[in-house]
């Protein structure tokens, strides 16, 4: 007897992937322009070349570019070509959109706690999409992304711990009131990633 359940994950077109990388950037790179605004912080590859803006003053666009490099080397060694290409893309995607955003959204008042709150939310919503076309953002997602394929690790929770790492380097650059805002972004974007992004919960494929 049949139950009508699939028993096998249907796989993702290359046009579903295009569009879901570019729609999943988006959110990322405004929700990091959002953050830029209200000088917050957040997670991961993007929450260090936010950190190293605020300390320098380069543009976060370039250093987040830069900051992936290294990383693309774990990502051929263990995910494959594939997803290296896909997460190339994105990273590179976000650099670009970040720069092109914040050129073309400018806030006449942003207060700092909705843009903790909704910057998380689309920066978490943003890797979701990602995630689930097997597309990092580089870094500490690329590492994310293998344990929990290899270890059953849930990616929000190790890139939780990651990025409170980051939260705690940021005390010396940015004020008090802006890092605890950023906590609640990053127990957001890494809470979305959680409840979300689970083994066995979402059976698509690319």
């Not at 995910?79 to 914040?102: C, D, I």
């Not at 394929?149 to 790492?165: C, E, I, K, M, T």
């Not at 609640?184 to 494929?205: D, E, F, K, S």
Request: charged share 10%.
């Amino acid at each position: 007897m049949t139950t009508g359940t699939p028993t096998s994950p249907e796989r993702h077109s290359v046009y579903e992937d295009i569009i879901a990388i570019l729609i999943g950037t988006l959110f990322v790179a405004l929700g990091v322009v959002i953050y830029t605004k209200a000088v917050l912080l957040t997670g991961s590859t993007s929450g260090l070349a936010l950190l190293l803006q605020y300390a320098t003053g380069i543009g976060f666009w370039w250093l987040f570019f830069l900051i992936n490099l290294p990383f693309y080397v774990l990502a051929v060694k263990k995910l494959g070509w594939a997803f290296t290409l896909r997460t190339f893309s994105a990273v590179t995607l976000v650099s670009v959109l970040s720069r092109l955003t914040s050129e073309l959204v400018g806030f006449s008042h942003l207060d700092p706690l909705y843009a903790a709150v909704m910057g998380g939310a689309l920066a978490g919503t943003g890797l979701l999409i990602l995630f689930r076309h097997r597309t990092g953002l580089g870094g500490i997602n690329v590492l994310a992304i293998y344990l929990q394929d290899r270890f059953g690790l849930r990616a929000g929770y190790f890139q939780l711990a990651v990025d409170l790492a980051i939260l705690a380097a940021a005390w010396f650059v940015i004020p008090a009131d802006r890092l605890a805002l950023s906590l609640i972004g990053a127990v957001i974007v890494n809470m979305t990633l959680a409840i979300n992004h689970r083994p066995g919960r979402y059976l698509g494929v690319t």
